[in-house]
C-alpha cells in the first residue's frame, strides 16, 4: 500500500492545505517522503461531524457486527506486511523484532476486545423487578445498562507506533464500547499512521457501517489537537504521551461549554524496591536484570525502573557495583525522535546540577539522535530534600536511593508522587518489611509487582496501566486491558419503561444470553 500523505476523512482521503509536515527517520537523520499535507480545524470539524452522524448507527448495529469489525482491522493490519514494519522501523528507530511484537500485540489487542463485545458482560445489565405492594412506597421496575459516551479523540504516543497509535488501545477499547473515533496522527510516525488509518478505514467499508466510525487527521503544531477536543462532537479523549501535552488536553476539554474527561496517561518513575534480602541473596543477577530493564528499548517505555530504593549495607555496595558495570557496557542507541533525544540530554543534565552523584556512564558512540545510558546514586535526605530528583527522565537512566533504615525508606515511598507501578524484589525474610510497605504502594500506584520488572505490560482482562496523578489524569481507569472499555462507557437507567421500549440486553427474555445481575443474582438470566 503507497502513503500518499493524506488526511483520512470517513471514507475520503483528502490532502490537507495547510502547512506540509514530514517525517523523519532519526536513525539516518534525514527527512522521509512522502509530505503531507496539513489540515486544520476545517477537516477536524468534518471528521467530527460525520462521527456525530455515525454514533447512533454503529452503536445500535448487532454486537457480532462489531466484533466483526475489529477482527477485520486486525486482519487488515497483518495484510499491510513488511510495507508496515519497514515504514515504522524508518520512523521510530526500534528494532524490526520489537515491531512485528508490537503488531501482534496490537492485533490480540484488538482480538481481545473483539470477544470482550461478544461476551457483553461490560453492558453491566441490571434488573431490579417492581414491587408495586412494598410498603409505604412500591418500588418502580428499574433496569441498567452501560451505553457508549459518543465520538473519542484519540491520540497516540511516540514509543508504541502501533500499540499505543492510531490502532492502539485507546482506539480498540472506544471501537469495542461502541464510539466512533478520530485519531489525531503523532507527528513522530506519520506515514505508520497512515498505513494503519487505511486498513481501518477499509475495516469500516467491509464491515458496512457508517464512514464516519474513523477518522485520522494530520496537522502541523498543536492546533489541530486542540482543535479537536475543544470540537462538541467529542465526548472523551484518550492520549499517552508527555505531562505537559496530557496537562493542555486536560485543560481544554476543561474549559469547552460541555466539559468531557479526558484519559491521558502521562509519566512515571515505576519504584523498585530491592528488599534486604532479595539484596543478600541475589544483588549481581538483580542488577543486571534491572539494567537490561532501565536500557530495554533505549529506555523509552511509561514502566521503565527510573528509581532503586534500597536500604544501605555491603549486599547493597555489591549491587551498585555491578549495575555500575553493566551500565557502562550499554553503547549510546538511536532515540525515537532527535526532540526525545535532547530532552533525554537536558534531562541527566538537570539531574547532575542536582547534586546526584553519577555512578556509570554508557558507552559513546556515533548513533545519530542517540541517547547514552547513565545511572545514579543520592541519599534518601537528599532525595525528600530534592523534588526535581523524583521527576521523570524519558529514557536510559535510572536514581538509586539510599536509604538508612525501614523507616526512611517508608518515608521516601510516601513522598511519591502518582506512578504507574511499583515493585518489589524481595525474598521470605522481606516479608514483614514488605507488608509495612503494601499499604503505601497500593495508594499510589495502579500495578504492584513482585521479583519482575515492569516493562512489558500484559494485554489481559486483570492489568491495570493507569495510577494516580501524573501517572494518569485519573487513576479509576486503565489504558491497557479489558477495562479500558470502562473509560468510553456510561451507565443508564431506564425506569418503568414498556417492554417494547427496553433496550435487547434488559427484556425479560434475554435474547442476547448475557450474564446479568437480576434482582441480586448474578448469571445468564
Ligand atoms: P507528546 O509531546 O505529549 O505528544 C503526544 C501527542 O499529543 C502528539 O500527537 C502531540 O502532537 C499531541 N500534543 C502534545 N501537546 C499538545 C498540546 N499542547 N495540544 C495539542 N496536542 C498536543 O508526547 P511524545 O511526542 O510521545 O513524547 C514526548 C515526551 O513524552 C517524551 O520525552 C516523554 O517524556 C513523554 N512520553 C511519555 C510516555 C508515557 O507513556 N507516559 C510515552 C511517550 C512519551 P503535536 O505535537 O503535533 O501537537
Not at 503507497?2 to 527517520?25: Q, Y
Not at 513522530?188 to 497512515?194: D, N, P, W, Y
Not at 555489591?318 to 532527535?338: N, S
Request: glycine share 10%; hydrophobic share 45%.
Amino acid at each position: 500500500m503507497k502513503i500518499t500523505g493524506e488526511m483520512l476523512i470517513g471514507a475520503s482521503a483528502v490532502r490537507g492545505t495547510g502547512a506540509a509536515l514530514r517525517a523523519f527517520d532519526p536513525a539516518r537523520n534525514t527527512e522521509l517522503e512522502p509530505a503531507f499535507g496539513g489540515g486544520g480545524a476545517e477537516e477536524v470539524a468534518r471528521a467530527c461531524e460525520l462521527a456525530e452522524a455515525a454514533f447512533d448507527p454503529y452503536r445500535f448495529a448487532p454486537l457480532e457486527t462489531r466484533a466483526q469489525f475489529l477482527e477485520a482491522i486486525a486482519d487488515n493490519i497483518l495484510a499491510l506486511g513488511d510495507t508496515l514494519i519497514e515504514r515504522a522501523q524508518a520512523e521510530s528507530a526500534l528494532p524490526k523484532a520489537r515491531l512485528e511484537g508490537e503488531r501482534a500485540r496490537t492485533i490480540g489487542q484488538l482480538k481481545l476486545f473483539a470477544s470482550l463485545v461478544r461476551e457483553g458482560r461490560w453492558l453491566a445489565a441490571t434488573l431490579d423487578s417492581a414491587q408495586p405492594d412494598r410498603k409505604p412506597l412500591p418500588r418502580p421496575d428499574l433496569r441498567l445498562q452501560k451505553i457508549p459516551v459518543g465520538p473519542v479523540a484519540v491520540f497516540g504516543a511516540s514509543n508504541f507506533p502501533l500499540a499505543f497509535s492510531v490502532a492502539g488501545g485507546d482506539t480498540a477499547s472506544a471501537f469495542a464500547a461502541g464510539c466512533p473515533v478520530v485519531v489525531k496522527s503523532h507527528p513522530a510516525h506519520l506515514g505508520t499512521s497512515e498505513l494503519v488509518g487505511r486498513a481501518i478505514q477499509k475495516a469500516v467499508a467491509e464491515s458496512g457501517l457508517p464512514e464516519g466510525v474513523f477518522s485520522l487527521v494530520v496537522g502541523a503544531g498543536n492546533a489541530i489537537g486542540e482543535a479537536l477536543v475543544a470540537h462538541p462532537a467529542i465526548r472523551s479523549v484518550g492520549f499517552t504521551g508527555s505531562r505537559r501535552g496530557g496537562l493542555a488536553l486536560v485543560g481544554i476539554a476543561a474549559q469547552r461549554p460541555e466539559p468531557i474527561p479526558v484519559f491521558a496517561e502521562m509519566s512515571s518513575v515505576n519504584p523498585l524496591f530491592a528488599l534486604p534480602g532479595a539484596l543478600a541473596a541475589r544483588s549481581d543477577t538483580l542488577a543486571a536484570a534491572y539494567i537490561e530493564s532501565v536500557t530495554l528499548g533505549v529506555g523509552q517505555f511509561c514502566t521503565n525502573p527510573g528509581l532503586v530504593i534500597a536500604l544501605d549495607g555491603p549486599h547493597l555496595d555489591e549491587f551498585i557495583d555491578a549495575a555500575a558495570h553493566a551500565l557502562e557496557k550499554k553503547g549510546a542507541q538511536t532515540m525515537l525522535t532527535a526532540g526525545i533525544a535532547a530532552a533525554y540530554a537536558d534531562g541527566v543534565k538537570a539531574r547532575d546540577a542536582a547534586g546526584a552523584a553519577r555512578l556509570a556512564t554508557g558507552a559513546q558512540n556515533d548513533a545519530a539522535c542517540s541517547a547514552l545510558p547513565a545511572l545514579y546514586q543520592t541519599s534518601a535526605e537528599a532525595f525528600l530534600a530534592s523534588p526535581q530528583l523524583a521527576d521523570e527522565i524519558f529514557g536510559p537512566t535510572s536514581l538509586i536511593v539510599v536509604c538508612g533504615d525501614e523507616d526512611e525508606m517508608l518515608n521516601v515511598a510516601r513522598h511519591l508522587e502518582g506512578q504507574l507501578t511499583a515493585t518489589l524484589h524481595l525474598e521470605s525474610d522481606d516479608l514483614p518489611l514488605a507488608r509495612r510497605l503494601l499499604p503505601v504502594l497500593e495508594r499510589k500506584v495502579g500495578r504492584i509487582l513482585a521479583n519482575g520488572f515492569p516493562t512489558g505490560v500484559e494485554v489481559s482482562y486483570a492489568m491495570v496501566h493507569g495510577g494516580p496523578y501524573p501517572a494518569t489524569s485519573d487513576s479509576r481507569a486503565t489504558s491497557v486491558g479489558a477495562m479500558a472499555i470502562e473509560r468510553f462507557l456510561r451507565p443508564v437507567c431506564y425506569q418503568d419503561l414498556p417492554a417494547a421500549l427496553l433496550p435487547q440486553a434488559l427484556s425479560d427474555d434475554n435474547p442476547l444470553n448475557l450474564w446479568r445481575l437480576r434482582d441480586g443474582e448474578l448469571g445468564p438470566n
